[in-house]
């Protein structure tokens, strides 16, 4: 059975870089279509973050595509999300999911609350 | 871009069916067959209840169900229970190649 786990600082200050790292265990990471991060701010919506395939390749939200680097580590079975420059509108949760078709994410993380404050 | 466009909320009693809808544009929904639904309870991860528009992964009740006709898609919930009683989130693939989701709608049972 596939789990994943976020991990990564819940606290980063204004306009330094956000990074975190999904874990997944029970599954290689090289075996699934590809892998997401999504976001939710608190209290709003989900947002797309961007996918990385197991080959490297990556898919990023347009909106966030200038600050963002996806990557994947398979002999750490992990990938992992860079933000930088990040705002106060950057705070959510921050969920890494598997993905089986697109925009089909059926194993998730169970999220990882980050806070941009000073 | 912008998120597809839900109902902020849909009630209904149980036993009842309920439709959400989710309406885009040309550029997402009316271009592809890949939309997706997912149940998200408070404080907890969403959970994929419909994908490739119609489709359910192992485990999802027949009473979901999902269609698309021209620039919105649709979620059913038949026999509709308490446990039903949720967020839920649509999403397609766009022709940038991107996902985008939509606003969300809480159901109340």
């Known amino acids: 059975q596939v789990q994943l786990q976020e991990s990564g600082p819940g606290l980063v200050k204004p306009s330094e870089t956000l990074s975190l790292i999904c874990s997944v265990s029970?599954?290689?990471?090289?075996?699934?279509?590809?892998w997401g991060w999504i976001r939710q701010p608190p209290g709003k919506g989900l947002e797309w973050i961007g996918n990385?395939?197991?080959?490297?390749?990556?898919a990023y939200n347009p909106s966030l595509k200038s600050r963002l680097t996806m990557s994947v580590d398979t002999s750490k079975n992990q990938f992992s999300l860079k933000l930088t420059s990040v705002t106060a509108a950057d705070t959510a949760v921050f969920y890494c999911?598997?993905?089986?078709?697109?925009?089909?994410?059926?194993?998730w993380g169970q999220g990882a609350l980050v806070t941009v404050s000073s | 871009q912008s998120a597809l466009t839900q109902p902020a909320s849909v009630s209904g009693s149980p036993g009842q069916s309920i439709t959400i809808s989710c309406t885009g544009s040309?550029?997402?929904?009316?271009?592809?067959?890949?939309v997706s639904w997912y149940q998200q309870h408070p404080d907890k991860a969403p959970k994929l209840m419909i994908y490739?528009?119609?489709n359910r992964p192992s485990g999802v009740s027949n009473r979901f169900s999902g269609s698309k006709s021209g620039n919105t898609a649709s979620l059913t919930i038949s026999g509709l229970q308490a446990e039903d009683e949720s967020d839920y989130y649509c999403v397609s693939f766009t022709s940038s190649s991107t996902y985008i989701f939509g606003t969300g709608t809480k159901v109340t049972v």
């Open positions: 029970g599954y290689s990471i090289s075996s699934a279509y590809y």
């Open positions: 990385v395939f197991p080959t490297g390749g990556t």
């Open positions: 040309r550029l997402d929904i009316g271009s592809y067959n890949f």
């Open positions: 490739d528009v119609n």
């Open positions: 999911a598997r993905g089986i078709a697109p925009t089909a994410f059926d194993s």
